[in-house]
């Protein structure tokens, strides 16, 4: 729990907009509603290797996949508030298999902590610009993308 506390501590700190999404954002045609809006190109079924119960069976998209040694990371704008987000997860993760071992909400942002059939994750919601849905991050720890 300490180690995922820690990686949420760090991802708030660093969560935003990447370089290569401030450049878009300075462009004329970035979309108007706010940074980093924009669907993002994945390769070809890079979506569906992300479990199901991390986008509500594809209501969420995916806007970003990253592996390395730990797991894997998921980012995603889920297209609904932050309140019914953090209630649907906490209804989901149990019955996709995962135990949650706390969580926080205060309005502006949530976590939710989970434990994996090998090893850890947490699942954090905020606010955005892009009218009509959240951002979400998933990060597995000691877990490999299907």
């Known amino acids: 729990m300490?180690?995922?506390?820690?990686?949420?501590?760090?991802?708030?700190?660093?969560?935003?907009?990447?370089?290569?999404?401030?450049?878009?954002?300075?462009?004329?045609?970035?979309t108007p509603s706010g940074r980093g809006c924009a669907p993002r190109s994945l390769s070809e079924g890079d979506a569906e290797r992300v479990p199901g119960v991390f986008t509500f069976e594809g209501e969420a998209e995916v806007i970003g996949i990253t592996e390395d040694q730990q797991g894997y990371s998921v980012k995603l704008h889920v297209p609904m508030s932050l309140e019914d987000a953090y209630d649907r997860y906490h209804d989901d993760l149990p019955g996709g298999g995962y135990d949650i071992?706390?969580?926080?909400?205060d309005g502006a942002d949530a976590e939710v902590y989970f434990q994996t059939a090998k090893g850890q994750g947490f699942i954090q919601l905020r606010q955005i610009e892009c009218p009509g849905r959240i951002f979400g991050y998933v990060k597995l720890i000691g877990e490999k993308l299907p």
């Open 101 to 105: 071992l706390g969580d926080e909400f």
């Open 2 to 30: 300490v180690l995922l506390a820690a990686c949420a501590t760090a991802f708030l700190l660093v969560a935003g907009c990447s370089p290569n999404e401030e450049e878009e954002a300075a462009k004329p045609s970035a």
